[in-house]
Nanobody
């Protein structure tokens, strides 16, 4: 499985961003998918995850209310909608895939099967 994130850019505070992560590979639809971010000078952190069937969604406390994760299995794509962007949302956003959503939500981030290259989101104030 190869993952490619897109949709980043420079956005004004209060605006929105919709990130997409497209996967290649025949078994993408069987993987749980997650989004992570790494701000300058900070560790990478979990943002959101979605189960393989799209029925369950998980969010970091910092992401609840403004972030929404979704997936389109037919398009092999997972999305992250970020509303009311704040300067502290500035980060490189990464998508990841794993057989188990628990691996994606675990704070250690150990053993995640696949990572994509990130996409930069910069929020200007």
């Amino acid at each position: 499985v190869q993952l490619q994130a897109s949709g980043g850019g420079v956005v004004q505070a209060g605006g929105f961003a919709r990130l997409a992560c497209t996967a290649s590979g025949p078994t993408f639809s069987n993987y749980a998918m997650g989004w992570f971010r790494q701000a300058p000078g900070k560790d990478r952190e979990f943002v959101a995850a979605i189960s393989w069937d799209g029925d369950s969604r998980y969010y970091a406390d910092s992401a609840k209310g403004r972030f929404a994760v979704s997936r389109d299995r037919a398009k092999n794509t997972v999305y992250l909608q970020i509303n009311n962007l704040k300067p502290e949302d500035t980060a490189v956003y990464y998508c990841a895939a794993d057989w188990y959503v628990a691996t994606l939500t675990d704070s250690s981030m150990d053993g995640i099967n696949y990572w994509g290259k990130g996409t930069q989101v910069t929020v200007s104030s």
